[in-house]
């Protein structure tokens, strides 16, 4: 049985529940933002930092991938972006004295909020073969160390080089170089969890796993649907866009499982009508969907714009567009034809009426944006779900005009970048020919693991180390009890981070921290003041400047340390001048040109003020480097989620106060929860029909086929709005209930959105 402990629970026994906000941001949002902003940055570091975010002559916010429009406002940067800011540039720091009076049998036991309340590491630290508590050594002896285990493995590919989504282009490009001149492609990255199904999805479909759309599209679109996500908490600044866009007349549908207060209404608090008014309903239609619904409702939307199609020959499809540019049209009819009504509104949870109204707004539409997150990206059939939205775009020619296109957002500051730079396991041929073209070495040619088959690997005793650029892994990826066993099996755990997180208690035989710079601090090196390049969600990319002094001038920047740790591992094995990279970032961006397809004169592009949009056939000149050349309409099956009698399917979501694995505080303020994170969110209907009541505290188990009983234990329900059959509870700590095989097809995703779970009274033996 993989079970939390019952003790360690009930440390959250406070949790209060109120009513749910029917308005994201407004006045609120400014308090909750300069409150701890000024209380642990004081004013003047407050007022220097959140004035230069996402500016273009300032850095870009560590939080979200949100681009940011043409004409920027001074304060250009949402609630979760200065909480953020504050997270990472808090003056705290933690003291030489923290790893002796803490164990990590201690540490173990605490919760990521907790940990993150220290204050930033500012010293290497060590925790060796035989000891129970970190102790600090210099970065001398750390490299030696890490140099010692690298080398000593049988195989390069014993090794695992994990990439958090917040490292910079340059640090990506050079640590990817390394893992690849080291000898493995096991570079698994925080995209493995989050938006992986979008690019296999997207990369199938129209040959490049990215936006079709730029920022200013928005505001031309006559229908935005919005599905599986919640911009309110995870991106907030997308509020402004679709306020913009509903003033200039387009029609907003949301699709989700749980109304979400965004979707209610949006006080923008920049504007009178925001603070001292209603502010602006952004959803004309909210779809409650059932979870794992979504691509039946996409097929049956496509199914009737068909139909249509044939009740008026000529005047719905975009003939001209699909015959030049897409095939696999006939083959998608056909299967459609077969759709089941029937099967659709059960898999929906939705009336044919909203169905019919959703096509008819559709096809209504001249120009239309899809645009989704983690709901989509999270269940087995994530990738033809979003392979579905595709379908619909191509119909009617939505991809490659302007208002019009596919939009996944992505969740992490520079997930996309560091893709971009060769952060995958699986690069293709032709990137690895220009690296070997660049550096003169050979580069390996088989794939290498993901985020879920390294820690498969581990747990066989066929991966030995882990390296973290960042990140925190142990917290993001699914079945905590697996990935926790297979992180204390490894022989080494390096961490390379700005604060403490479980991925720093729950470590191998032996473990290093390697304390690092943030994006808002000055990076100074021998050749001077350097820039890091960040790419946003819609293929823009720009500088970011650090702004104020390091924490501790102890600190190394990222890059800083992948060169001296390439330098201590490679020595003069392959002809990279690391000691060149890291005194002059600009050594980095001209190999950047020579090897990453689109950013050729990338010092001189990402030095014009604004930066540079990368190259994107479909979206610039509707061509789609498919194997045809042409996009494809994909036949795919649809295949309905089943609630057993007494079950409910759970997802997993963030609280507002919260950042991926990042807790700013214990509070969701627009669900109406404070002072705790342990609870599950229930529709009062299904609470009826299961026995519970609101307060109640249970057990949550989830059911899977390899017959393992993984639970949560004594957490409170919530009587909420949720859609019928579908529950939800917090991110990470609901991970425990996701099981390690439960991942989406092709894309090897987490599935932690469709879970099927059962509720036990609290402290009741469970029912096998």
């Not at 604060?499 to 943030?518: C, D, F, Q, W, Y």
């Amino acid at each position: 049985m993989a079970m939390a402990d019952r003790g360690a629970s009930r440390r959250e026994e406070r949790v209060e529940v109120s009513r749910p906000h029917d308005y994201a941001v407004g006045l609120p949002a400014i308090m909750h933002s300069m409150g701890p902003a000024l209380r642990r940055m004081g004013v003047s570091r407050s007022a220097k930092l959140l004035t230069a975010m996402n500016q273009r002559d300032g850095f870009d916010c560590m939080s979200c991938a949100w681009p940011d429009p043409t004409h920027r406002k001074t304060a250009e940067f949402c609630e979760n972006g200065a909480r953020a800011v504050t997270w990472e540039a808090t003056p705290l720091t933690v003291p030489a004295s923290f790893w002796s009076a803490h164990s990590l049998t201690d540490l173990s036991t605490r919760s990521e909020y907790w940990l993150g309340q220290q204050g930033r590491l500012v010293e290497p630290v060590y925790k060796p073969a035989d000891g129970d508590h970190y102790e600090p050594v210099s970065w001398v002896r750390a490299f030696s160390l890490i140099a010692e285990r690298l080398t000593g493995l049988d195989s390069p590919d014993e090794a695992a080089f994990y990439t958090s989504g917040r490292a910079s282009n340059e640090a990506a490009f050079v640590y990817q170089l390394f893992a690849r001149a080291f000898g493995t492609n096991n570079l698994p990255d925080c995209s493995n969890m989050c938006h992986e199904s979008t690019g296999a999805a997207l990369g199938e479909s129209i040959g490049v796993g990215k936006s079709t759309i730029e920022y200013d599209d928005f505001e031309k679109a006559d229908l935005i649907i919005v599905m599986g996500q919640n911009p309110g908490t995870n991106h907030p600044r997308m509020l402004t866009a679709l306020e913009d866009a509903k003033r200039a007349g387009a029609r907003i549908v949301a699709v989700n499982p749980l109304p979400e207060a965004a979707f209610s209404r949006y006080k923008n608090p920049q504007t009178a009508r925001g603070l001292a008014g209603r502010g602006t309903v952004i959803a004309d239609e909210f779809l409650q969907i059932r979870l794992s619904g979504d691509m039946a409702l996409l097929q049956a939307v496509s199914k009737r714009v068909l139909a249509a199609e044939d009740r008026a020959p000529g005047t719905v499809l975009d003939h001209s567009f699909l015959q030049r540019h897409c095939e696999g049209l006939d083959a998608f009819r056909a299967h459609l034809d077969g759709l089941d009504e029937a099967a659709v509104l059960a898999s929906t949870g939705l009336t044919g009426e909203q169905i019919d109204d959703l096509a008819d707004a559709y096809i209504a539409s001249d120009r239309t944006i899809v645009t989704w997150a983690m709901g989509l990206t999270q269940h087995k059939k994530a990738v033809d779900t979003i392979k579905e939205i595709i379908n619909l775009l191509l119909l009617r020619g939505n991809i490659g005009k302007p208002g019009a296109g596919a939009s996944p957002i992505r969740g992490h500051s520079n997930v996309q970048g560091d893709r971009t730079m060769g952060i995958w396991e699986q690069m293709d041929e032709p990137f690895l020919d220009a690296l070997q073209r660049e550096f003169h070495f050979d580069p390996p040619r088989a794939h290498g693991l993901d985020s879920v088959k390294a820690i498969r690997a581990a747990l066989a005793g066929t991966l030995r180390m882990w390296v973290s650029l960042g990140g925190n892994v142990v917290g993001a990826v699914s079945d905590t009890a697996a990935v926790e066993r297979a992180m204390r099996m490894l022989d080494m755990t390096v961490q390379v981070s700005t604060k403490l997180n479980r991925s720093h208690t729950v470590v191998g035989r032996e473990a290093l921290i390697l304390p690092t710079m943030g994006r808002t601090e000055i990076d100074r090196q021998t050749s001077g003041e350097q820039y890091v390049t960040v790419e946003d969600t819609v293929c823009a990319v720009h500088p970011s400047w650090g702004k104020v002094e390091p924490v501790s001038p102890r600190l190394l920047s990222e890059t800083a340390i992948i060169c001296r740790l390439a330098r201590a591992v490679l020595g003069d094995s392959v002809p990279v001048d690391w000691a060149g990279f890291e005194s002059d970032y600009d050594r980095i961006r001209d190999h950047i040109a020579n090897v990453v397809p689109g950013c050729d004169a990338y010092n001189e592009k990402t030095r014009v003020p604004g930066g540079f949009v990368l190259p994107h056939g479909p979206r610039d000149t509707r061509t789609f480097p498919t194997p045809s050349g042409k996009a494809q309409l994909t036949v795919n099956q649809l295949e309905h989620v089943e609630r057993p009698v007494g079950r409910l399917i759970l997802q997993t979501v963030r609280a507002h106060d919260q950042f991926n694995t990042t807790i700013y505080s214990l509070n969701d303020r627009y669900r109406g929860v404070r002072h705790g994170r342990q609870v599950i969110f229930v529709n009062p209907a299904d609470l009826a029909e299961l026995g519970f009541a609101d307060g109640q505290l249970v057990d949550v188990h989830s059911e899977y086929a390899d017959g393992v009983d993984r639970a949560v234990l004594d957490y409170r329900v919530v009587s909420y709005p949720t859609a019928r059959g579908c529950a939800a509870a917090y991110f990470p700590e609901a991970n425990a209930l996701v099981p390690l095989d439960a991942v989406a097809e092709v894309s090897n995703t987490p599935v932690s959105k469709s879970l099927v779970v059962r509720l036990e009274p609290a402290g009741r033996a469970p029912a096998l």
